[in-house]
């Protein structure tokens, strides 16, 4: 009988081994492997990582994983322009849609502000925070 071994902060080897074994399956049932991964990198004048967005161009979708700015460079317009420029690599792979994730203490008003719109509550993530998960069904 298979073993199940539990892994706190596991190897890439097992983490890549578990997608590949999904993608296959996915692309079985689908017929399509057309996903990206894509990163947007701000660096500021010393060439120092100073925020980011990581997304993933799939199923004719764009998903926002992450995006970050270091606290002395926000509310300066690097988020807008880091999902704008995310958009737009979006729509030059004919994508038009995007959805994210955010909690109530991050960038839930950032979100809608830029057209996302909530479609799914998650409350308690973490205790005493709202987890939203957001859709914007028309990029561009």
Known sequence: MPQV????????AAIQA????????NLAATGRADGKRLALVLRD?????????????????L???VLWLRED????????RLLQLAEQEALKHGITRAHLETGSFQALPFYQKH?????AVLPDKPKG????????????
Do not use: C, M
């Not at 578990?18 to 399956?25: A, D, F």
């Not at 004048?45 to 979708?61: H, K, Q, R």
């Open 63 to 65: 998903h926002v994983s």
């Open 45 to 61: 004048d010393n060439g120092e990582i100073i925020g980011g967005l990581l997304a993933e161009l799939y199923w004719d979708w």
């Open 73 to 80: 460079h926000r509310r300066q317009g690097h988020g807008r």
């Open 5 to 12: 071994e539990t892994l706190y902060d596991p190897p890439d």
């Open 115 to 119: 057209g996302y719109e909530v479609f």
């Open 18 to 25: 578990i997608r590949e074994g999904l993608h296959q399956y």
């Open 129 to 140: 925070h709202t987890w939203y998960y957001l859709k914007k069904e028309h990029l561009g």
